[in-house]
C-alpha cells in the first residue's frame, strides 16, 4: 500500500504511545482514522489532535477484549465510511514483573483477553470488508517477547507469541489474495504501556516503569513511522529498535543459549 490518501484506516490503543502516532501520521498522509481505545479521555484527546491538524476520523471508548463491541465497531466504521483498507490492533496491556507461579489467575485471563483475543477479533471482524478491497493490510502488533522468552513476563508473552503464530498463519491463508498480512515486533518503545498496568500505584510497579523507560530507545514517533514504512513495502514482518533486531538474530542463531543470556542479568524469584 503506498498511498494512503482516501484510505480508510483502524487504528485500536489510539489513545497514547505508538498508537496516538500512527493515527496522526496516517491521518496526515490523506487517510480517515477510525480509532478505539479503553480510555475515553486520551482518545479525544488523539481525535482532537487529528482533527486539528485537518484530518478526519471518527472514534469509539471500548475494551478490545470485549468480541460483541469489536464487531459493533466494525459495523460502524462500514456504516461511516462505506470501507476498510488497514487494520492497525495496537491495544495492549502489560503486566507487573512477575513468575508465572506467581501470576494471579485473573491476570493472566486478562493479559491474554486483551493482548491476544483483542487481536483475534479486531482482525476476524474486520476480515471481511478488507476482503473486498482491491487492496488492504492487517497490521498486527506481536513484540520482542513474542520472538523470545523473558522470566518475568510470563503472560504477556504467552500472547505476544500467539499474535504471532496467528498473524503467520493467517499470512499463509491470504497469500495470493489482495490483502498483506504484517507482524510487527517492537523492541523497547518509549510508550506509557508500563506506566497503565492494570491495578494500584506502587513502589515496585514506579520501579518497573522507570527501568523500562531507562532502556526504552525508541520514540514512538519513530515507532510509528518504522510500521507506516514496513507497510508501504509490504513487509510480512517488522522489527522496531536495534534491541528488536539484536535478539531476532540471537534467537535465530542460538535457538536454546539465549536464555542462558539472559539468566545472567534476569533473576525472577518465586519461579
Same mark, same amino acid.
Given at each position: 500500500?503506498?498511498?494512503?490518501?482516501?484510505?480508510?484506516?483502524?487504528?485500536?490503543? +489510539?489513545?497514547?504511545?505508538?498508537?496516538?502516532?500512527?493515527?496522526?501520521?496516517?491521518?496526515?498522509?490523506?487517510?480517515?482514522?477510525?480509532?478505539?481505545?479503553?480510555?475515553?479521555?486520551?482518545?479525544?484527546?488523539?481525535?482532537? +489532535?487529528?482533527?486539528?491538524?485537518?484530518?478526519?476520523?471518527?472514534?469509539?471508548?471500548?475494551?478490545?477484549?470485549?468480541?460483541?463491541?469489536?464487531?459493533?465497531?466494525?459495523?460502524?466504521?462500514?456504516?461511516?465510511?462505506?470501507?476498510?483498507?488497514?487494520?492497525?490492533?495496537?491495544?495492549?496491556?502489560?503486566?507487573?514483573?512477575?513468575?508465572? +507461579?506467581?501470576?494471579?489467575?485473573?491476570?493472566?485471563?486478562?493479559?491474554?483477553?486483551?493482548?491476544?483475543?483483542?487481536? #483475534?477479533?479486531?482482525?476476524?471482524?474486520?476480515?471481511?470488508?478488507?476482503?473486498? &478491497?482491491?487492496?488492504?493490510?492487517?497490521?498486527?502488533?506481536?513484540?520482542?517477547?513474542?520472538? #523470545?522468552?523473558?522470566?518475568?513476563?510470563? +503472560?504477556?508473552?504467552?500472547?505476544?507469541?500467539?499474535?504471532?503464530?496467528?498473524?503467520?498463519?493467517?499470512?499463509?491463508?491470504?497469500?495470493?489474495?489482495?490483502?498483506?498480512?504484517?507482524?510487527?515486533?517492537?523492541?523497547?518503545?518509549?510508550?506509557?504501556?508500563?506506566?497503565? #498496568?492494570?491495578?494500584?500505584?506502587?513502589?515496585?510497579?514506579?520501579?518497573?516503569?522507570?527501568?523500562?523507560?531507562? #532502556?526504552? &530507545?525508541?520514540?514512538?514517533?519513530?515507532?510509528?513511522?518504522?510500521?507506516?514504512?514496513?507497510?508501504?513495502?509490504?513487509?510480512?514482518?517488522?522489527?522496531?529498535?536495534?534491541?528488536?533486531?539484536?535478539?531476532?538474530?540471537?534467537? &535465530?542463531?542460538?535457538?536454546?543459549?539465549?536464555?542462558?543470556?539472559?539468566?545472567?542479568?534476569?533473576?525472577?524469584?518465586?519461579?
Amino acid at each position: 500500500m503506498k498511498s494512503f490518501q482516501d484510505k480508510v484506516v483502524v487504528i485500536t490503543g +489510539a489513545g497514547s504511545g505508538m498508537g496516538r502516532e500512527l493515527a496522526l501520521q496516517l491521518s496526515a498522509l490523506g487517510a480517515k482514522v477510525a480509532l478505539n481505545d479503553w480510555n475515553g479521555e486520551m482518545l479525544a484527546q488523539t481525535l482532537q +489532535a487529528v482533527e486539528a491538524a485537518g484530518g478526519k476520523g471518527m472514534a469509539a471508548t471500548f475494551d478490545v477484549g470485549d468480541q460483541a463491541a469489536v464487531f459493533g465497531f466494525a459495523e460502524a466504521v462500514v456504516a461511516q465510511y462505506g470501507q476498510v483498507d488497514l487494520v492497525i490492533n495496537n491495544a495492549g496491556i502489560a503486566m507487573e514483573r512477575r513468575s508465572i +507461579a506467581n501470576t494471579p489467575m485473573e491476570e493472566f485471563e486478562r493479559v491474554i483477553r486483551v493482548n491476544l483475543w483483542g487481536v #483475534i477479533y479486531g482482525t476476524l471482524a474486520f476480515l471481511p470488508h478488507l476482503k473486498a &478491497r482491491p487492496e488492504a493490510v492487517v497490521v498486527n502488533i506481536s513484540s520482542i517477547f513474542g520472538i #523470545i522468552g523473558y522470566g518475568g513476563q510470563g +503472560a504477556y508473552s504467552t500472547t505476544k507469541f500467539g499474535v504471532r503464530g496467528f498473524t503467520e498463519t493467517l499470512r499463509q491463508e491470504l497469500h495470493g489474495s489482495s490483502v498483506t498480512v504484517t507482524c510487527v515486533h517492537p523492541g523497547g518503545v518509549k510508550t506509557g504501556i508500563i506506566r497503565n #498496568i492494570p491495578g494500584e500505584a506502587s513502589p515496585a510497579k514506579d520501579k518497573f516503569a522507570s527501568n523500562f523507560e531507562k #532502556i526504552a &530507545r525508541t520514540t514512538s514517533e519513530d515507532a510509528a513511522k518504522t510500521i507506516i514504512q514496513g507497510i508501504q513495502n509490504k513487509r510480512p514482518r517488522v522489527l522496531i529498535g536495534n534491541d528488536a533486531r539484536l535478539m531476532d538474530a540471537v534467537a &535465530r542463531l542460538f535457538p536454546t543459549f539465549y536464555e542462558r543470556i539472559l539468566l545472567r542479568k534476569n533473576r525472577v524469584p518465586g519461579g
